[in-house]
Structures are given as structure tokens and as C-alpha cells.
């Protein structure tokens, strides 16, 4: 129901975008979600998008990372730009008021 993809090696400063593809059942009526885990660390909330297009950013990524969805793909997407090695991460979209289980993840790994 969550397959995040577009994860791989970027360059501190470079850029990646992520897509997520959620069933339409799922994606039409809800927020949609980015989180990531850092090895050694927990889940964390980095970027929401509303049903409505209002967005909200952890401080972490805020000015840097931009989420956005397309109703007519049932997509939303993640351009993270400036990266930094701190972004090294396994990414993870889902629905932030009631998750449902969450996929695999993509990978993403910044070099310095």
C-alpha cells in the first residue's frame, strides 16, 4: 500500500527526489507523511502534506526539503535539496494521523 522509491548515493549538497505510491483508497481523503530512521535511531517525523496541499517541516529539513502530492497519481514526492551527510536515512512514507503498515523504505545515503 506504501512503496517509497528514488532513494540512493547523493553528494552533500546535491539533491534526490523521492516518490511514494499509495493506494487511492488511502490517498484521496488523508494527510500523507515523510519520516525517517537513522541507523541507531528512531522513526522521525520529517515532512506533512494535508489532503488540502498545507504543508509543515521538521526543523531538520525545513528550507531544504519539499513535499508534494498528485491526486491524479496518487503520489506524493519528497525533494530533498542541500544534503547533507545528517540526511543519511532510510525514508518511509506513510499517513501521519493513523499509519498504516509501513513498507520497506528507500535508502538514502549522503556522502561528504
Known amino acids: 500500500q506504501l512503496q517509497a522509491s528514488g532513494g540512493g548515493l547523493g553528494q552533500s549538497g546535491g539533491s534526490l527526489r523521492l516518490s511514494c505510491a499509495v493506494s487511492g483508497r488511502i490517498f484521496s481523503s488523508n494527510g500523507m507523511g515523510w519520516f525517517r530512521q537513522a541507523p541507531g535511531k528512531r522513526r522521525q517525523w520529517i515532512a506533512v502534506i494535508t489532503s488540502g496541499g498545507y504543508t509543515n517541516y521538521a526543523d531538520s529539513v525545513k528550507g531544504r526539503f519539499t513535499i508534494s502530492r498528485d491526486n491524479a497519481k496518487n503520489t506524493v514526492y519528497l525533494q530533498m535539496n542541500s544534503l547533507k551527510p545528517e540526511d543519511t536515512a532510510v525514508y518511509y512514507c506513510?499517513?501521519?494521523?493513523?499509519?498504516?503498515?509501513w513498507g520497506q523504505g528507500t535508502q538514502v545515503t549522503v556522502s561528504s
Open positions: 506513510n499517513i501521519p494521523a493513523a499509519p498504516a503498515p
